[in-house]
């Protein structure tokens, strides 16, 4: 069962436009909400992270929207730049468990 | 400051053979996490450790095993090979508490043949 549900699969981009994903979750129990990127050959990285007490945070270009009532959060990319092309994954995690569970992923290619 | 340090970072067996996987921590980290990750698809958890000791186990099957030492470095096993154990390993490091992030290595390789 798939417990962090990630769209689109794949995404391009122009330079300079926005790049946006989307995540939606059903255990009510998630209360960490991190962001990886991760480069070809490389493992992933902590981005950006945000907890339900808010409903938005920004870093820089990067910016997650929380909806707790629509258990739904995304990822913006403010005028993205070909080096932003990666795979990102959202993932959820609960304050009991120290595990978190990873969306299948979002290939972003931005275009010069 | 040293990351994640996995080893190999790629590794060729051949089905029904046993495969060793090595991972250590950053500095000051207890707790270590491994995950496989298919392409095309997020990482899957595998096992946690902290503090030597096994915190949390995902679906997989009994041939896969992993253990930490007092150093808190940690060794992932997989006995009788699949082709389909064939993924990218992934071992991440992190405090162990509470909601601390994970940082991962670069993982190793593993093609099953």
Known sequence: QQQVKQSPQSLI????????????????????????????????????????????????????SFNKSAKQFSLHIMDSQPGDSAT?????QSGGSYIPTFGRGTSLIVHP | DAGVTQSPTHLIKTRGQQVTLRCSPISGHK????????LGQGPQFIFQYYEKEERGRGNFPDRFSARQFPNY???????????????????ASSLGQGTSPLHFGN???????
């Open chain 1, 13 to 64: 981009v122009q330079k300079g436009g926005i790049s946006i994903i989307n995540c939606a979750y059903e255990n009510t129990a998630f209360d960490y909400f991190p962001w990886y990127q991760q480069f070809p050959g490389k493992g992933p990285a902590l981005l950006i992270a945000i907890r339900p007490d808010v409903s938005e945070k920004k870093e820089g270009r990067f910016t997650i």
């Open chain 1, 88 to 92: 990102y994954f959202c993932a959820a």
């Open chain 2, 31 to 38: 707790s270590v996490s491994w995950y496989q990750q298919v």
């Open chain 2, 73 to 91: 470095s940690s060794e992932l096993n997989v006995n009788a090979l699949l082709l389909g154990d064939s993924a990218l390993y992934l071992c």
């Open chain 2, 107 to 113: 993982g190793t390789r593993l093609t099953v043949t």
